[in-house]
């Protein structure tokens, strides 16, 4: 853990926030319409999109460590 860039993880998470913000900002009523349907989806429907979107980030993160 020596190896460990605190910096960089706050820039990404921050980055996720600009991001974010920006869906929100741009598109706020969608966003609201998205976040409904989550809701109303089951709990198998979102934990399926949560390891999707888990396995494609850290998918992600290994490409760019290539």
């Known amino acids: 853990m020596e190896n460990f ?3 960089l993880l706050l820039r990404a998470l921050g980055l996720g926030f600009v991001l974010e913000g920006c869906l929100w900002a741009a598109f706020p009523a969608y966003t609201r ?3 409904e349907d989550v809701v109303r989806n089951g709990e198998k429907a979102v934990r399926s999109t949560g390891i999707f979107s888990l396995l494609l980030g850290c998918g992600l993160c290994a490409l760019v460590s290539l």
């Open 33 to 35: 319409r998205v976040l």
């Open 5 to 7: 860039d605190v910096d």
